[in-house]
């Protein structure tokens, strides 16, 4: 079955620091790949996907994110984190032969100055 | 613009009541979902939906429906089976195909008293 793991509940960061959010999914194809993010009680935006081709990906609010294979990995990073990007980030798995999406159990973000 | 509109936003509800929750997208896409967010149980699906007038249970359909009679419209009904309806809904569509991202709503918070 397919599934998605994240397995860091929570990170704490400083303002102007690098960060690594870690995503690793299980799927017997290479699937699409997805990262959102979520401010408290608000819908989720997408960051950037991941189809096909360059296994780096570039997204909105200076991210990225890179496709491992052999690691069945899709970790999100920033080289310099700012206040504002303090929210829930979510990974996401799309089936190629459906229409079905599987998300993980999210990874919260807290900034400090 | 284009996008995703749920209402309302939050609702309160007495135990054995029904409540409808309502979604509509301007976007033009075929399939629409139905998720619901708890705490550290990221997003779990409900019901999707791929064309007008034919929708499927997702993992968690037990004391839900829907209805899908425009393309544009995928309202959920949370009845009084549900055991546990509180928590925070999202409605989210897509572009028919294997290749689009999901775009989510804002969220309805219900809250059963």
């Known amino acids: 079955a397919q599934s998605v793991t994240q397995p860091d509940i929570h990170i704490t960061v400083s303002e102007g620091a690098s960060l690594e959010l870690r995503c690793n999914y299980s799927y017997g194809a290479t699937p699409y790949l997805f990262w959102y993010v979520q401010s408290p009680g608000q819908g989720l935006q997408l960051l950037l996907k991941?189809?096909?081709?360059?296994?780096l990906v570039q997204g909105i609010k200076g991210f990225e994110a890179e496709f491992k294979r052999s690691q069945s990995s899709f970790n999100l990073r920033k080289p310099s984190v700012h206040w504002s990007d303090a929210a829930e980030y979510f990974c996401?798995?799309?089936?190629?032969?459906?229409?079905?999406?599987?998300f993980g159990t999210g990874t919260s973000l807290t900034v400090i100055p | 613009d284009g996008g995703i509109t749920q209402s309302p936003k939050y609702l309160f509800r007495k135990e054995g009541q029904n409540v409808t929750l309502s979604c509509e997208q301007n976007l033009n896409h075929d399939a629409m979902y139905w998720y619901r967010q708890d705490p550290g149980q990221g997003l779990r699906l409900i019901y999707y939906?791929?064309?007008?007038?034919?929708?499927q249970k997702g993992d968690i359909a037990e004391g839900y429906s829907v209805s899908r009679e425009k393309k544009e419209s995928f309202p959920l009904t949370v009845t009084s089976a549900q055991k546990n309806p509180t928590a925070f809904y999202l409605c989210a569509s897509r572009q028919q195909g294997n290749t689009g991202e999901l775009f989510f709503g804002e969220g309805s918070r219900l809250t059963v008293l």
């Open positions: 996401a798995v799309g089936v190629r032969t459906g229409n079905q999406f599987y």
């Open positions: 939906s791929q064309i007008v007038n034919d929708f």
């Open positions: 991941y189809f096909s081709g360059d296994t």
